[in-house]
T-cell receptor, first 113, second 115 residues
Framework: GDSVTQMEGPVTLSEEAFLTINCTYT??????LFWYVQYPGEGLQLLLKATKADDKGSNKGFEATYRKETTSFHLEKGSVQVSDSAVYFCALTGGSNDYKLSFGAGTTVTVRA | NAGVTQTPKFRILKIGQSMTLQCTQDMNHNYMYWYRQDPGMGLKLIYYSVGAGITDKGEVPNGYNVSRSTTEDFPLRLELAAPSQTSVYFC??????????????FGEGSRLTVL
């Protein structure tokens, strides 16, 4: 079945550091890919998405490019802030099951001032 | 707009007790979902609904039941609670299906402990 594998955390960074969270996927068909973010004490919210190969999703300084050749959707930000401390989830849908959003395990990111 | 509202936020149950987690959305979304989040495991889909009167099982439906009598409400029922159901539960809704890469809107979660 469809699945997502993302790098294990936790990740601890200093402010203004570069952040990369790796995400690879296994899916049939042509899935859409997402990054969701969960801030402390809150529910998940969509950070960015890409619906076809070579698409780049971007939001709040974060970017991720849908790479079909490497089945990857890595999340990057050039200069993180303390407010970026959260759990980040890679997810996919539209492969073998239209109604299921398959999530990775989540990566906890802590940014220190 | 309130978005997706879940109650209660916290609950402790004894083994064998039953309870209902409430979920309401005010965005007129057709699609609604219940997920559970366990540490290091990501989110697992319990049940989903594509409209009033229509529900279907997700990945981990055992021990749970749902109903969808209105567009707004999607309660999750736990029968005979077990320690394995200790988790954080999230309700979510979306306007369009996953096929259309619809964004999910999540509630704040309900932390359930079964002792």
């Amino acid at each position: 079945g469809d699945s997502v594998t993302q790098m294990e955390g936790p990740v601890t960074l200093s402010e203004e550091a570069f952040l990369t969270i790796n995400c690879t996927y296994t899916a049939t068909g042509y899935p859409s890919l997402f990054w969701y973010v969960q801030y402390p004490g809150e529910g998940l919210q969509l950070l960015l998405k890409a619906t076809k190969a070579d698409d780049k999703g971007s939001n709040k300084g974060f970017e991720a490019t849908y790479r079909k050749e490497t089945t990857s959707f890595h999340l990057e930000k050039g200069s993180v802030q303390v407010s970026d401390s959260a759990v980040y989830f890679c997810a996919l849908t539209g492969g073998s099951n239209d109604y299921k959003l398959s999530f990775g395990a989540g990566t906890t990111v802590t940014v220190r001032a | 707009n309130a978005g997706v509202t879940q109650t209660p936020k916290f609950r402790i149950l004894k083994i064998g007790q039953s309870m209902t987690l409430q979920c309401t959305q005010d965005m007129n979304h057709n699609y609604m979902y219940w997920y559970r989040q366990d540490p290091g495991m990501g989110l697992k889909l319990i049940y989903y609904s594509v409209g009033a009167g229509i529900t279907d099982k997700g990945e981990v439906p055992n021990g749970y039941n749902v109903s969808r009598s209105t567009t707004e409400d999607f309660p999750l029922r736990l029968e005979l609670a077990a320690p394995s159901q200790t988790s954080v539960y999230f309700c979510a809704s979306s306007y369009s299906s996953h096929r259309e890469a619809g964004e999910l809107f999540f509630g704040e979660g309900s932390r359930l402990t079964v002792l």
